[in-house]
């Protein structure tokens, strides 16, 4: 008897072990499982993400690829239509006959003077729009252009400051970078009421820096952040993503009555 019970004693224990091993295994292996289906599902999570970004950055892409052919075709329109009208407009000031009324031949000659400035404007401005123009003269130099036409109107005092080594970007990128400029000073003409622009170029061996200060009216930027339907707002957000697409960090501060900064961070690979 005492044998018997030994006997069924070891089986029962062997059972149990039995069992606890396949308790172990099946434990290990659903355990298993839920680890490979949650990494799989951060998988198919990040993967939607990915495309999701690629998808808005693809059509972000052909977004500004419209823009820039419209700006294009209508710099092309400037030159070669309203320029040669005006340019015309002018020949015919300069051929008409003298006379001997003072007033007429004053307003003629303020005629002349008005339509030499038409022309000088448009031409200012078919340069600032034309793509392949702005990518030939480089970042830099455009930014120029733009602070010397804003100089021009009186109405804004400008300057530029460059710091570090000149050196050339990708052609998109400086487009890319140039329009946001031009948005930029675009709002600050409109809307700012500044008297004064400043713009800093930081050209470091892996960091491009540019940053445009103006002493205008300033705003507050968190009714901008939570109205979508704000067209400036949208704007910022437009400017935002533009740099996003080139791998840049944009960033705006403001506060009322004391103007506003536009930062743009650009991270360089390989200096060009």
Not at 13 to 18: G, L, P, Q, S
Not at 44 to 55: A, F, N, S, T, V
Not at 162 to 175: A, H, I, M, P, T
Request: charged share 25%.
């Amino acid at each position: 008897m005492p044998e018997n019970y030994k006997n069924i004693q070891e089986g029962l224990t062997d059972y149990v072990k039995t069992g606890a091993m396949i308790f172990l295994i099946l434990a290990l292996l659903f355990i298993i499982f839920i680890v490979f289906s949650i990494q799989r599902r951060r998988k198919m999570i990040l993967e939607k993400k990915q495309m999701e970004y690629h998808y808005q950055q693809t059509i972000l892409q052909t977004q500004l690829e419209i823009q820039e052919q419209t700006l294009k075709n209508i710099s092309q329109e400037i030159h070669d239509n309203i320029g040669q009208a005006l340019s015309l407009a002018k020949l015919n000031l300069n051929t008409m006959p003298a006379t001997n009324d003072e007033a007429l031949q004053q307003k003629i000659l303020n005629s002349k003077e008005l339509v030499s400035k038409a022309i000088t404007d448009l031409r200012d401005l078919s340069r600032s729009l034309d793509t392949d123009y702005v990518q030939e003269m480089g970042l830099q130099r455009a930014i120029e252009y733009e602070l010397e036409m804003i100089k021009k109107t009186g109405t804004i005092d400008t300057s530029l400051i460059v710091e570090g080594s000149l050196f050339r970007l990708d052609k998109q990128k400086e487009l890319i970078l140039f329009r946001i400029v031009q948005e930029t000073f675009n709002n600050i003409i409109k809307h700012s009421g500044a008297k004064r622009l400043d713009v800093n170029i930081n050209y470091a061996p892996a960091l491009f820096t540019l940053i445009i200060n103006d002493d205008g009216k300033g705003m507050d930027l968190q009714p901008i952040s939570e109205e979508k339907n704000n067209n400036f707002g949208l704007g910022i957000r437009n400017m935002h993503n533009r740099a996003k697409l080139i791998g840049a960090d944009f960033s705006m501060t403001s506060s009322l009555g004391k103007g506003t900064e536009v930062k743009i961070n650009l991270p360089i690979e390989n200096k060009q």
